[in-house]
């Protein structure tokens, strides 16, 4: 998605056409193989292949408390991957200065003069590389390592189940014994609903248990007795107060890689794209990929770790917690916050909404950690 949106996006600002770009992954894309989900509010990079938009968000508690959430002007927005691959692929084709490469990526490395891959095949050098391959870093003591990990079900209802323009943004009603753990329920038509079983835990669950917690919910609380399964993704997104490297001399992290998965969320794709902007903004301007103004800055990053420190102590239960948040603030100004784009004023309103005591210890915590390690 990042190397991807990146390419498109910088040809279609009208930078790199008189360069020669490799594109170098595993496996062309021909399959719909991932759903990437993000709130908005106004336009956005990608809206013309945006499968489904909901206006109506519903929160529910472990207790089975209803709340829906006033999400003003910001909309709940999937795409499906193979629409991006197809709009993205299609246009990148006319362009002669563009290669695509099949091969497995061994290492990326930069030296004072150029960028090295080393593939299982061949060995390619560059002047910049934009690298979106991502390894588990070797953290250091103290630093948090979570993971979003989800299964997801696309499936087809023999009779009419939820309302089309509504989508459970956060639905706890389910066992909260292995951490975190609640589903996302997207109608995508009146008879066809995405539903992903997401857990923030640090260890993945054995495989067929995804399918028990999905089957339960399907029939326990959505009460759909008759459906059948037409897609499924599995995936595991790391939530880590990690400092991630933006910059390795000529190389440029990006995506997870690169810093752009928020720890506190494991949203992804509206701060990638952020990230992008910043890109094509510095190569207009100065001719080289090099930016300072990250979007998750260290404010948002302090957040993340004293979230992350909270949820591993387990002195505020994480369903208890999101509980709280969506009660007592807007959503919208949830939104705001979790996108980095708020005030230091706005913060200290939504952090009001929570139980003080747990996050002002892992607060201070973080910023001892950031100072002194």
């Excluded at 362009?95 to 095949?121: D, L």
């Excluded at 857990?199 to 067929?208: M, Q, Y």
Aim: with cysteine; aromatic share 16%; net charge neutral.
């Amino acid at each position: 998605m990042a190397g991807l949106s990146l390419l498109y996006r910088a040809l279609k600002s009208g930078l790199w056409s008189n360069l020669n770009i490799i594109v170098i992954d595993r496996s062309a894309k021909t399959m719909n193989d991932k759903t990437w989900s993000f709130w908005k509010s106004g336009t956005s990079e990608f809206d013309e292949i945006i499968h489904h938009q909901w206006k109506e968000l519903v929160f529910f508690t472990n207790d089975n408390k209803r709340i829906p959430l006033n999400s003003q002007r910001y909309t709940y927005n999937s795409i499906h991957s193979i629409d991006f691959y197809r709009e993205v692929l299609q246009f990148v084709q006319q362009f002669s200065n563009v290669s695509f490469v099949y091969e497995e990526i061994n290492i990326v490395y930069s030296s004072a003069e150029k960028c090295m891959v080393h593939t299982s095949i061949n060995t390619y050098q560059s002047s910049y590389l934009f690298n979106s391959t991502y390894n588990k870093p070797l953290l250091k003591n103290g630093d948090q390592y979570f993971l979003q990990h989800f299964k997801g079900w696309r499936i087809k209802t023999e009779e009419p189940v939820l309302p089309v323009n509504e989508a459970y943004l956060m639905d706890f009603r389910t066992d909260q014994g292995q951490g975190t753990t609640f589903f996302y329920t997207l109608p995508m038509a009146t008879d066809e609903i995405f539903i992903e079983y997401t857990l923030f835990s640090k260890s993945l669950l054995s495989a067929d248990e995804y399918d028990v917690q999905l089957k339960k919910y399907i029939t326990g609380i959505l009460h759909i007795e008759k459906y059948t399964v037409l897609e499924e993704e599995f995936g595991a997104i790391p939530m880590t107060d990690y400092l991630f490297t933006r910059f390795d001399r000529n190389i440029v992290n990006i995506g997870t890689a690169g810093g752009d998965t928020r720890g506190s969320t494991g949203y992804t794709f509206t701060n990638t794209q952020k990230t992008i902007g910043n890109i094509i903004d510095a190569w207009k301007l100065q001719g080289n990929p090099f930016f300072s103004n990250e979007n998750i800055g260290l404010k948002h990053q302090l957040y993340d770790a004293t979230l992350l420190n909270v949820l591993a102590k387990s002195s505020y239960e994480g369903h208890q917690l999101f509980s709280d948040l969506f009660s007592n603030t807007s959503a919208y100004r949830i939104f705001k916050f979790l996108d980095a784009e708020g005030s230091v004023f706005q913060d200290l309103f939504i952090m009001k909404s929570l139980k003080m005591a747990p996050f002002m210890k892992s607060f201070i915590q973080a910023v001892k950690r950031r100072l002194f390690s």
